[in-house]
Nanobody
Framework: QVQLVESGGGLVQAGGSLRLSCAVS????????MEWSRQAPGNEREWVAQ???????NYADGLRGRFTISRDNAKNTLYLQMNSLKPEDTAVYYC???????????WGQGTQVTVSS
């Protein structure tokens, strides 16, 4: 069973940047769809960004231009570069991976991002 491990979270001031990583056990080249989601305290988990194949990316409204999702198949790692962070970006960030849109995703355990004002 595939394992996903997020890292890179932490405490940052508003306007700062973080890069999250999601290390995947085994080869990620078989995963056609990889995503980031987040969950703030008291809120439901919300979708953040998606990468399909190697280069098709989609973002939640308002995040394109601040967040960039990418993947490195050679390193079996998914990334989320987050710039111009805002306090409302504070959440636990989760990555997931699946072979296609019709498959169930595998999830990581999450990494905490806290943005102070």
């Amino acid at each position: 069973q595939v394992q996903l491990v997020e890292s890179g979270g932490g405490l940052v001031q508003a306007g700062g940047s973080l890069r999250l990583s999601c290390a995947v056990s085994g080869s990620i080249s078989s995963f056609g769809v990889m995503e980031w989601s987040r969950q703030a305290p008291g809120n439901e988990r919300e979708w953040v960004a998606q990468i399909i194949g190697g280069d098709t990316t989609n973002y939640a409204d308002g995040l394109r231009g601040r967040f960039t999702i990418s993947r490195d198949n050679a390193k079996n790692t998914l990334y989320l570069q987050m710039n111009s962070l805002k306090p409302e970006d504070t959440a636990v960030y989760y990555c997931n991976a699946r072979r296609s849109m019709v498959d169930l995703p595998s999830w990581g355990q999450g990494t905490q991002v806290t943005v102070s004002s």
